[in-house]
């Protein structure tokens, strides 16, 4: 059997937050008040994020959540008649962090993916793992950031962008990375600037609560992503690919190179789903290379799985 690795070891799944802004860029709510609206919501852990503006900080040190340091990273790469960019979430450890608290580097200046690869070089030799962020919003198809090196994740979901553009709202372009063999996991963040936006869209990670431990298991691919089901196993085993999770009214089951495939139940109370990898009149036109699922409840929110490589 291979099973996915969020679903394997005793860990507790912790429910937290990656991608976030406050007053100290532009967001609407102050750090305490994005904190404690997180913590209410259930979260275990959270990155405050803003636009270059490093934090390690806890600013309501009464409440217990755990803060991964981190900021928004960015660079526009075409601005004329409309505009393309960048944009990079930055987490990193505690102890051996290369950031300081409340640095704020300059923007980069980049036109290409490889003109903007020395910042994100440079980003990860100060210890931090990074996130490629709303492809959709940001006017970048794939082949404008596909050979970014050393992103473990980019967004699949952002709160931000579904609510105010509609964009960015179901792993947009992720197939198109994993159908080349690069492993990149995909998130379901925030983005949230309005307190609205904040504790729509999570990751749950099977960690031990406290920032490395957490960073290791993001790093290993040991999350889903939510914006309300919950997913409780996810693997292949004979040939088969199986979902099980909280009830939902469709699962359905992605690859590249092949059609995605849908189990669907009328009255939304399915909890396990399973389709055979080589029962497809294509079959023979080559195997999987790879599988995710994506789970949607009859109120239409969504959760992912990350893809297991077969």
Known sequence: ????????GNEKMLKGALHCHTTRSDGRGTPEEVIRYHYQHGYDFLAITDHRNYNLKNFAPDVP??????????????????F?????VCV???TGNGFKQDEQPESGKASNQEEYQPYLDDIHAKGNLTIYCHPEWSSTPARYFENQKGNFAMEIWNSGCALNCDMDTDAA???EILGQGKVLYGVATDDGHAMEEHCNGWVMVR?????????????????????????YNFYV????????CSPVAKIRFHSDKNPTRIVRS????????EIDLADTWWASSGEYKYVRATVIDKNGKYAWTNPIFL
């Open 237 to 244: 085993e004979d040939g088969k690919a199986v979902v099980e």
């Open 84 to 88: 393309r960019c960048f944009h990079t």
């Open 92 to 94: 990193g450890p505690v």
């Open 65 to 82: 959540i755990t803060i991964i340091p981190g900021m928004e990273y960015d660079s526009h790469i075409e601005w004329k008649n409309g």
């Open 173 to 175: 372009y992720w197939d």
């Open 266 to 273: 009328a009255d939304g109370t399915m909890t396990r789903a």
């Open 1 to 8: 059997m291979k099973q996915q690795q969020a679903f394997s």
């Open 207 to 231: 960690a031990e609560n406290n920032v490395n431990a957490i960073l290791e298991a993001l790093k290993a691919g040991e999350f889903y992503s939510s914006c309300g089901p919950e997913i």
